[in-house]
Nanobody, 117 residues
């Protein structure tokens, strides 16, 4: 199982930005898809964004136009740039990676993002 480590979370005010990073223990050039989920307080985990190598990223409607996912295969790292943050973006954010279409996801440990004035 690949190890994934998130960083970059924290407390920000509404309208501000954060960039999350997630670095994996394996070569990202062999990874089919990487992405992010989040779990707001008292709610289920929900899809945020994903990107397959050389493909157009996919986003949840709730973050489209505000969040940007990228992957740097040379660094085995994915990023989630979050702009114009809102209080409803408050959640624990989890990165994931899947080696092949048929495989299960490997998950990071999660990182807290809090948006509050």
């Amino acid at each position: 199982q690949m190890r994934l480590v998130e960083s970059g979370g924290g407390l920000v005010q509404p309208g501000e930005s954060l960039r999350l990073s997630c670095t994996g223990s394996e070569d990202f050039t062999t990874i089919y898809v990487v992405g992010w989920y989040r779990q707001p307080p008292g709610k289920q985990r929900e899809f945020i964004a994903s990107v397959v190598s050389a493909d157009t990223p996919d986003y949840a409607d709730s973050v489209k136009g505000r969040f940007t996912i990228t992957r740097d295969n040379a660094k085995n790292t994915m990023y989630l740039q979050m702009d114009n943050l809102k209080p409803e973006d408050t959640a624990v954010y989890y990165c994931y990676a899947r080696r092949r279409v048929i495989d299960d996801n490997d998950w990071g440990q999660g990182i807290q993002v809090t948006v509050s004035s």
